[in-house]
């Protein structure tokens, strides 16, 4: 029997999400949701059965002449879980529906780790959301912190954590508040919240994050310095990193100089150029007494789908080692393909 899954909220993460359940085996997506009748729900309606986010917006659909099967709550009748990828904040609210009608449930990195049980990240802590309701899949800088921190806090005894995130301002698509030529300190008054988000899934890392926002949309940009609490080869922390297929590394050489680069190799193989590993640039992993560097990209509107998937499995019960070994060969993470 597959995992009946819903999406409700088709956008940059929903979009995605649904792709990624429909290439899995144990799984099938039942239908998904969009709120307005654009573009998006015309290509949406040709691939998924497409319900009302919003019932009293039946007639708009109907005028643009875009079938639909029902609304919300008919969906969820046919689903055995929901992924809510609706917008920040949005998940708190329609989880009064998914508490009415008795459905498990996936929140996304934008809501308060209250709405959930449990905060997730399939590397770091997989099996506590076995057999959960409810599950937040933790943001994209989040997820990208959690899967390197975790890699080297298996293979190597490591102290405190401090992490400068270079944030993209906004996704390509996002029209209206992607123009800038500002670098804004994000907060101004430190530390960020993501040290603290990170701890959700990670309680027991010693971690300070700082972060700014930047007027560019490719990818997010981590620079960690992790405190070595024994005597560590670079050649040791090269290879732990290249055990972990979630985890891409690339070389300067290679022509790798920037996230223009990396997103323009990835145009090359992935469909939506979506890149699902965090991307660790070779020539920054560096020691300097006890200190390790390290420089990562984040492509933000690719990395929580991978998590996704597992947290889905997750909840099932499904054993951790396979279901990450499934969701990464289904959506070929770990390939090298150059
Ligand atoms: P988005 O704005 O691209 O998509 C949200 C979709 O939900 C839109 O299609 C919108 O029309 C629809 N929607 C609006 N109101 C709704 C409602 N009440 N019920 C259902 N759907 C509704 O947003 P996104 O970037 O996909 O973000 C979704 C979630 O994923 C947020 O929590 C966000 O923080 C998180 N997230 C986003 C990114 C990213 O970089 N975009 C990365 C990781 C996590």
């Not at 009748?77 to 990828?85: E, F, G, I, Q």
């Not at 490591?158 to 995130?165: D, K, M, N, P």
């Not at 290679?254 to 660790?280: C, H, M, P, Q, W």
Request: proline content about 3%; aromatic content about 6%; charged content about 30%.
């Amino acid at each position: 029997m597959k995992i009946r899954v819903a999406i409700n909220g088709y956008g940059t993460i929903g979009k995605r999400v649904a792709d990624a359940v429909a290439l899995q085996d144990d799984m099938e997506v039942v239908g998904v949701t969009k709120t307005k009748p654009d573009f998006e729900a015309r290509i949406a309606a040709k691939k998924f059965d497409l319900y009302l986010a919003k019932g009293e917006n039946a007639e708009l659909f109907a005028k643009a002449g875009i079938e639909t099967c029902g609304n919300l709550e008919d969906l969820l009748t046919k689903a055995d879980l929901v992924v809510d990828c609706s917008p920040d904040k949005f998940g708190v609210e329609n989880k009064k529906v998914y508490e009415k009608l008795g459905i498990k449930a996936i929140f996304q990195g934008g809501e308060k780790k209250e709405v959930a049980e449990v905060s997730f990240n399939a590397l770091a802590n997989y099996d506590q959301a076995k057999g959960r309701r409810f599950v937040r899949v933790v943001s994209c800088n989040t997820t990208a912190l959690a899967r390197l921190i975790y890699v080297l806090k298996m293979n190597f005894k490591i102290g405190r954590v401090r992490a400068t995130i270079l944030r993209r301002i906004a996704d390509p698509k996002e029209d209206k508040k992607g123009l800038t030529n500002a670098i804004m300190p994000d907060p101004i008054s430190l530390p960020s919240h993501h040290a603290k988000d990170v701890k959700t899934v990670l309680p027991d890392v010693d971690i300070v994050t700082t972060a700014f926002k930047l007027p560019t949309t490719l990818m997010h940009v981590h620079s960690l310095s992790i405190e070595m609490k024994e005597k560590v080869d670079r050649e040791d922390v090269i290879s732990a990193l290249e055990g972990e297929p979630r985890i891409m590394l690339v070389s300067e050489a290679d022509g790798f100089t920037s996230t223009a680069k990396i997103i323009e190799f990835a145009r090359e193989f992935r469909t939506r150029y979506d890149l699902f590993e965090n991307i660790v640039w070779l020539e920054s992993i560096a020691l300097d007494g006890n200190d390790l560097f390290v420089t990562q990209a984040v492509h933000q509107e690719a990395i929580v789908v991978p998590e996704n998937v597992d947290a889905i499995r997750a909840i099932f019960g499904v054993e951790k080692k396979l279901s990450i070994e499934k969701t990464n060969k289904s959506l070929r993470i770990g390939e090298k393909n150059f």
